[in-house]
C-alpha cells in the first residue's frame, strides 16, 4: 500500500501498488496514478482527459488547414471554369436572340397597322421573352459569384476556426 493524497479534496488515501486509476472514496473523483522515477503522485483523469482532447483537437486542426486551403482553392478554380463558361455560351447566341426580338417586335407592328389586335399581344409578349434571353448572361454571372463566394465564405470560417484553435 502507498498513502497519497487525494489530487480533488486532499483527504489522505492508500492504493495498491497495481493500481493505475481509482476514484477518492471522500470526493469521488477519479484520479490516475503517475509512477516515475520511484515516486508516484495522482492526476485528476478530468485533467488527463482535457490533454487528451486538447492533442485530438490539434492534430485535426493541423491536418484540417491543408484540405480546406486545397478546397478554398478548388472553388476559385471552378468559379473560373464556370464564369468562363458561361461566357462562352452567351456571346455566340446573341445575334440570333437580338434578331428573333426585332422581328417579334416588327411582327407586332405590322398586326397593329392591320388592327389585329389579338396578334398585336402575342407578337409583343414573345419580343419581351426574347430579349429577356439578352439579360441572362449577367444574371448567370451572379449566380456563380454568389454560389461560390458563400462556398468560399464558409470555407474561410472553417480556416479561422482551426488557426485559432492552433494558436490556443
Known amino acids: 500500500m502507498i498513502p497519497l493524497r ?4 486532499g483527504a489522505g488515501l492508500e492504493i495498491d501498488e497495481g493500481m493505475k486509476v ?5 470526493c469521488g473523483i477519479s484520479q490516475q496514478v503517475e509512477r516515475r522515477g520511484g515516486t508516484v503522485s495522482l492526476k485528476r483523469l478530468e485533467t488527463v482527459v ?3 482532447n486538447l492533442s ?3 492534430i485535426a486542426s493541423e491536418l484540417a488547414l491543408p484540405r480546406l486551403e486545397r478546397e478554398l482553392q478548388d472553388v476559385e478554380r471552378e468559379r473560373s471554369r464556370l ?10 447566341g446573341m445575334g440570333w436572340v437580338v434578331v428573333v426580338c426585332l422581328a417579334f417586335v416588327a411582327l407586332g407592328v405590322y398586326e397593329l397597322f ?16 426574347s430579349g429577356s434571353l439578352l439579360h ?8 456563380i459569384n454568389n454560389t461560390a463566394d458563400a462556398k468560399a465564405r464558409r470555407i474561410k470560417e472553417q480556416l479561422a476556426a482551426h488557426r485559432d484553435n492552433l494558436d490556443a
Open 6 to 9: 487525494c489530487a480533488g479534496c
Open 22 to 26: 481509482f476514484a477518492c472514496a471522500y
Open 50 to 52: 482535457n490533454s487528451v
Open 56 to 58: 485530438t483537437q490539434r
Open 83 to 92: 464564369l468562363e463558361a458561361a461566357q462562352k455560351e452567351a456571346k455566340p
Open 114 to 129: 392591320k388592327w389585329n389586335l389579338g396578334w398585336v399581344s402575342v407578337w409583343f409578349i414573345l419580343a419581351y421573352f
Open 136 to 143: 441572362q448572361g449577367p444574371e448567370v454571372a451572379k449566380r
